[in-house]
């Protein structure tokens, strides 16, 4: 309020009372100077306890204080909590890794790494199915797909082991399912 009617003294030369008249402001009110103590060593005191426990809002800054036999009440403390400009310092948050992961490097031939991967749908009738997909990630060929209702893990581990005597050993076999 009292920067509105400096502002409108300053910018259009106008008397504070008009100023006060153009804003609806009561004039002693734009007039009031404080009676109240500076209160340095209360604000330097919140201050030093803010720098040293960063976590600490204002109220736990409260408790603080009246520990040292402050009389002050949280209101009058909350007040120049916020004239210092003091606020609960922020987390860092955790760091993030920097750029892109170097990809796995694999030869381009043929059988050097397969790709194992479960896709799923299910029926009209509502009944869900699930499809093993095992690719060839080099020559993009689906070396097999095996459908059913439920793949265990024995059965995985049987169609591999089928599909080995076939086609031979890769050198690496990569699947993105967790069990």
Known sequence: MRQAVAHLKATFGVSERRA????????????YRSCRQPDTALRERLRALAVERRRFGYRRLFV????????????RIYRLYREEGL??????SRRRAI???????????PNARWSLDFVHDQFA????????????????ECLAAIPDTSISGRRVARELTAL???????AMIVSDNVL
Do not use: M, Q, W, Y
């Open 87 to 92: 606020t609960v310092r922020k987390r860092r």
């Open 64 to 75: 603080l204080l009246r520990r040292e036999g402050e009389p002050s009440g949280k209101n």
């Open 125 to 140: 009738t509502g009944r869900r199915f699930r499809i093993l997909n095992v690719v060839d990630d080099v020559t993009r």
């Open 20 to 31: 006060c008249s153009i804003i609806k402001a009561d004039r002693k009110s734009v007039r």
């Open 99 to 109: 750029g892109t992961r170097a990809p796995i490097l694999i030869e381009a031939r």
């Open 164 to 170: 080995i005597a076939r086609r031979g050993r890769p």
